[in-house]
């Protein structure tokens, strides 16, 4: 039988793979909108696939809250203590999912993707748009191997429960 650790760590493990593919679309197309004759379809998909890129986390960060620490958040900054909770210390519970630094930097993401939420396509900021892309390989790999680092931690947590039965 399944536990709820190693079910946990599976699903996250199926997101990173997700986030995966659409980091690489990122990377592609906005190498491509450098030299397309149309770079506002190239850059309006590295907006969307950027939106994309936080709403993946943060499904798993979802996951994570109320499937390992029993909680569901709500109220008008959820989004905001969602991100804050991923970095606290639960004994018993789990250890911190991201670092602080990788909190702070995620949270730009976070704010992007409300402002693509909120705008319209042809108001986006190539220069914003540059930043996150620039900034996002080495915060992907910080954040990819933050989560691969809490599922070993529930996969060991799974195999623990097993020796138990």
Same mark, same amino acid.
């Given at each position: 039988?399944?536990?709820?650790?190693?079910? @946990? %760590?599976?699903?996250?493990?199926?997101?990173?793979?997700? $986030? !995966? &593919? *659409? =980091?690489?679309?990122?990377?592609?197309?906005?190498?491509?909108?450098?030299?397309?004759?149309?770079?506002?379809?190239?850059?309006?998909? @590295? %907006?969307?696939?950027?939106?994309?890129?936080?709403?993946? $986390? !943060? &499904? *798993? =960060?979802?996951?994570?809250?109320?499937?390992?620490?029993?909680?569901?958040?709500?109220?008008?900054?959820?989004?905001?203590?969602?991100?804050?909770?991923?970095?606290?210390?639960?004994?018993?519970?789990?250890?911190?999912?991201?670092?602080?630094?990788?909190?702070?930097?995620?949270?730009?993401?976070?704010?992007?993707?409300?402002?693509?939420?909120?705008?319209?396509?042809?108001?986006?900021?190539?220069?914003?748009?540059?930043?996150?892309?620039?900034?996002?390989?080495?915060?992907?790999?910080?954040?990819?191997?933050?989560?691969?680092?809490?599922?070993?931690?529930?996969?060991?947590?799974?195999?623990?429960?097993?020796?138990?039965?």
């Amino acid at each position: 039988m399944i536990n709820r650790y190693s079910a @946990v %760590a599976q699903r996250i493990r199926q997101e990173r793979d997700e $986030l !995966e &593919r *659409i =980091f690489a679309v990122v990377q592609r197309h906005w190498q491509m909108s450098k030299t397309a004759t149309d770079a506002d379809a190239y850059l309006n998909s @590295v %907006a969307l696939n950027l939106h994309g890129f936080y709403s993946g $986390l !943060e &499904r *798993i =960060f979802e996951l994570i809250a109320i499937d390992l620490d029993g909680i569901k958040l709500g109220g008008e900054h959820w989004h905001i203590e969602l991100l804050h909770q991923m970095t606290l210390d639960l004994p018993r519970v789990r250890p911190p999912v991201l670092s602080r630094e990788t909190a702070e930097r995620l949270d730009a993401y976070r704010k992007f993707r409300h402002l693509i939420r909120n705008i319209y396509t042809t108001h986006l900021d190539p220069g914003e748009l540059e930043k996150l892309v620039v900034a996002l390989p080495r915060l992907w790999m910080q954040t990819r191997d933050q989560l691969d680092a809490l599922a070993n931690y529930l996969d060991q947590l799974s195999h623990a429960d097993e020796d138990k039965t």
